[in-house]
């Protein structure tokens, strides 16, 4: 069982990336999928969250409008399309699956996998 993050690099101000979450081992289709990022001396935040059917999304306040979140089961992959990127939004990127994530506030439990993350820089 594991999950795959990818499609980190470095960009420049206003830049673009597409991050892509494969799992191995298990299908993707009945968890709920997650991007979390971890920046130094702060805590792992939530990013964006899809639901299982893809019927239903979360993304954190300072990325909505510009980050979209989507699945393709038939690919066992989500991906986290970053737009309009800045600096704040450097960070390791992490994705992470479970069967019933749920959102207190703003943090989220209940994501039972997690992947190595993917290293985001975003620098002129």
């Known amino acids: 069982v594991q999950l795959q993050a990818s499609g980190g690099g470095m960009v420049q101000p206003g830049g673009s990336l597409r991050l892509s979450c494969a799992a191995d081992g298990f299908s993707l289709e009945a968890y709920g999928v997650g991007w979390f990022r971890q920046t130094p001396g702060k805590e792992r935040e939530g990013v964006s969250v899809i639901s299982s059917g893809g019927g239903s999304t979360w993304f954190e306040d300072s990325v909505k409008g510009r980050f979209t979140i989507s699945r393709d089961n038939a690919k066992n992959t989500v991906y986290l399309q970053m737009n309009s990127l800045n600096p704040a939004d450097t960070g390791v990127y992490y994705c992470?699956?479970?069967?019933?994530?749920?959102?207190?506030?703003?943090?989220?439990?209940?994501?039972?996998?997690w992947g190595k993350g993917t290293q985001v820089t975003v620098s002129s």
């Open positions: 992470a699956a479970g069967a019933h994530p749920t959102i207190v506030g703003s943090t989220w439990y209940g994501m039972e996998h």
